[in-house]
Nanobody, 114 residues
Framework: QVQLAEFGGGVVQAGESLRLSCSSSGATSRFMSMGWFRRAPGHERELVALISRDSAVIYGDPVKGRFTLSRDYNKVDLQMNSLKPEDTAVYYC??????????WGQGTQVTVSA
């Protein structure tokens, strides 16, 4: 059974940095893609960043230039710099194993105070 475990959420002030990590267990091959989504209160879930099997990365517009996603096999790290209060959300690790097989972590809270 595949599981995704997230680490690194917390409370920071605007302008500070945080690093989120997501590790997987139970996978028998490299995921097609991995990354992060987030959901803020009153908002729909949105893309933060995704990295493909060949290391191509896409970022959501709100985080471009501030966040960096990296990958080591089936583990991803999200370096978040210059955090803003609007980055406050629950961040979910995501993995696409192929076809219609997707996995989600339980989420980690990131809170950025002004």
């Amino acid at each position: 059974q595949v599981q995704l475990a997230e680490f690194g959420g917390g409370v920071v002030q605007a302008g500070e940095s945080l690093r989120l990590s997501c590790s997987s267990s139970g996978a028998t091959s490299r995921f097609m893609s991995m990354g992060w989504f987030r959901r803020a209160p009153g908002h729909e879930r949105e893309l933060v960043a995704l990295i493909s099997r060949d290391s191509a990365v896409i970022y959501g517009d709100p985080v471009k230039g501030r966040f960096t996603l990296s990958r080591d096999y089936n583990k991803v790290d999200l370096q978040m710099n210059s955090l803003k209060p609007e980055d406050t959300a629950v961040y979910y690790c995501h993995a696409h194993a192929g076809g219609d097989v997707y996995y989600w972590g339980q989420g980690t809270q990131v809170t950025v105070s002004a």
